[in-house]
């Protein structure tokens, strides 16, 4: 478990800062630009002073201010992976990496070969820091914070200043490292696309104040989450079981709450996680089990409430047996249908708007 | 040294051997007031930035004057070093040592101030959160970092240190193969009549090592530089 608890003034500035995260896992710090997260994370990781805080990490209490502990940031164990990289300017890839392994205070649980191959670095060892492409930079850079044997990884943005394409090729190598390595990790972020692909959990932050906190499928419906990741990204994020793969069509099974989705997922094992985010612009809600239609989802459920949403639509919330989804319909189709608390509906989703992310 | 006369080529190699030792001598101190300097701040800041100055704006004259009065035989500190360590100063090539260094302390405290100041703070911080000390990141990013800023100050602290003329005389006097210098033996030809031919060459040697000494200096930047990809 890791707790984390921070005051602390900066001028106008308050930081206020309150969360927990179950370990091993990936918690998100979540908000728009200068709400605070680095802030925050500078003070987990010890290189900003608290006013009052508290910093915990199992059994290790590395700040609290109350009892006079402060564990400088040399001896707290907290790889720290910077928006900047940070790479030393002065050493070459492999000797940057070396840096870390050297003064690891505990015996290696990643070696350097592991690290190599887990971020594909090979390549890139004999190299000087300013020959490296910026998703180059991060991937030593992450490999660095590792080599530092971290029992906690702080990752402040390390994707922002990369281009989509070269996000999308740093980005499968956090999912690995977040699956072969129990490394409980907290992933600032104010790109929610990210978020939905390496998080487990969502803290959410707003002008320095953590003001909502959760594990992510239930984060992602939260009302101040909308807000901020605009009304087109909204949706909910299911987690489901791979029940098997179609012979006929190659669509993977997953079952999702009480109903089966069919995905495009390659081949996976009976029993693998999956994760898809339902786009509430996404899903068309039917108060009959579809017949003649293409859709291949139909998610069986009860509608729990109807909220205003944008302009002239409603945002229906549905219950599918445990998992909250929600809907964008038209105030004219709900009141066509006459969907209200209570009403059995179906909500239906075309495979190719589903992108399945292992988890 | 075909060409030079056996006075000439000892105040060349003494002049070398000053400066060599004013410069191994004032370097660490010089390290550590850039640092403090730079990155602490105190009460009285802003005098012991002053004071360090000092040598810039004063005659050189009284620079060795006050050296005289401090670290003459009878003086605070010479006396002591005489009684404890048998270190005498006055009239040595040690003396002359100390009197060029402050002379050109604050060259050599400036290049190293310009080039900390540019030490990104951020990679002390990576490293610190990678297990490195105190001490630690000093010697393995911020020494490192601020290199060609140590070196470019020793180069020109070196060059001046072979120059200087007032405080060595006024301290340590003007001693054949002790501490007569290449600036001492030349106004010393000049002295003397029928020197000018001696004094010619000396003033060309000076200027040939004055000139070597910034385009080493310029080369050493330039390679530094490249090492740390800029």
Redesign the interface.
């Known amino acids: 478990m890791l707790q984390v608890a921070a005051k602390k003034h900066r001028g106008a500035f308050t930081l206020d800062a309150n969360f927990e995260l179950p370990t091993p896992g990936v918690v998100a710090l979540f908000g728009r630009s200068g709400c605070g997260k680095t802030t925050l994370v500078n003070v987990i990781a010890g290189l900003l002073a608290a006013e009052r805080g508290r910093v915990a990490l199992d059994d290790a209490v590395l700040l609290d201010t109350d009892q006079g502990v402060d564990v400088p940031p040399e001896r707290r164990r907290i790889g720290y992976v910077f928006q900047d990289a940070r790479l030393f300017p002065h050493l070459r890839v492999q000797a940057n990496l070396r840096y870390a392994l050297k003064r690891a205070a505990v015996a290696p649980f990643v070696g350097l070969d592991r690290v190599v191959d887990l971020l594909d670095l090979g390549p890139l060892l004999a190299r000087h820091t300013h020959e490296l492409s910026g998703g180059e930079r991060q991937r030593v850079a992450i490999g660095r914070a590792l080599l530092s044997q971290p029992s906690l990884l702080l990752l402040d943005e390390p994707l922002a200043s990369l281009d989509a394409s070269r996000r999308e090729e740093v980005l499968p190598y956090l999912e690995s490292l977040r699956d072969q390595l129990a490394i409980p990790m907290v992933y600032v972020s104010h790109n929610f696309d990210e978020v939905l692909r390496l998080a487990t959990h969502l803290v959410l932050m707003e002008s320095g104040k953590t003001i909502a906190q959760g594990d992510l499928g239930e984060m992602s419906l939260h009302p101040r989450v909308r807000a901020i990741i605009g009304a087109d990204a909204v949706g909910a994020i299911v987690d489901g079981v791979v029940l098997g793969t179609d012979a006929s069509s190659g669509l993977t099974r997953v079952q999702v709450g009480l109903s089966v989705l069919r995905v495009h997922y390659g081949k996976s094992a009976p029993g693998t996680k999956l994760r898809v985010q339902l786009l509430a612009r996404d899903l068309i809600v039917a108060t009959e089990a579809p017949r003649h239609l293409s859709v291949r989802n139909s998610l069986k459920g009860v509608v729990t409430s109807v909220a205003h949403d944008v302009e002239d639509s409603d945002l229906i919330a549905i219950d599918i047996g445990g998992i909250l989804i929600m809907a964008r319909v038209t105030k004219a189709a709900t009141s066509e249908l006459a969907l209200a608390p209570g009403t059995a509906v179906w909500a239906l989703v075309k495979t190719a708007s589903l992108r399945p992310h292992a988890i | 040294m075909m060409w030079l006369s056996a006075n000439e080529s000892a105040a060349l190699v003494l002049s070398l051997s000053v400066a060599t030792r004013s410069v191994l001598f004032s370097l660490p101190f010089a390290l550590l007031l850039a640092w403090v300097l730079t990155r602490k701040q105190f009460l009285g800041r802003t005098m012991l930035d002053a004071f360090v100055h000092l040598p810039l704006v004063l005659p050189p004259v009284v620079v060795g004057y006050i050296l005289l009065l401090l670290f003459g035989v009878r003086g605070p500190i010479g006396g002591w070093l005489e009684r404890v360590f048998g270190i005498e100063l006055i009239f040595t090539r040690n003396g002359a040592a100390l009197a060029t260094a402050v002379m050109s302390f604050p060259l050599m405290v400036r290049a190293m101030r310009i080039s900390l100041e540019n030490v990104?703070r951020?990679?002390e911080?990576?490293?610190?959160?990678?297990?490195?000390?105190a001490f630690?990141r000093f010697a393995?990013?911020t020494l490192?970092?601020m290199l060609p800023g140590v070196l470019a100050g020793a180069i020109t602290a070196f060059s001046a240190a072979l120059g200087e003329f007032g405080a060595v005389i006024t301290f340590v006097s003007n001693i054949p193969g002790e501490t007569r210098t290449l600036p001492l033996a030349l106004y010393t030809a000049l002295q003397t009549p029928g020197g000018d031919a001696e004094a010619a060459r000396l003033a060309i040697l000076s200027f040939v090592l004055g000139l070597g000494g910034l385009l080493l200096s310029e080369w050493f930047a330039r390679r530094v530089r490249r090492?740390?990809?800029?």
Not at chain 2, 125 to 133: C, H, I
Not at chain 2, 227 to 230: D, K, P, T
């Open positions: 990104d951020g990679l911080d990576a490293a610190r959160t990678l297990g490195a000390s630690d393995t990013i490192p970092l090492m740390l990809g800029r």
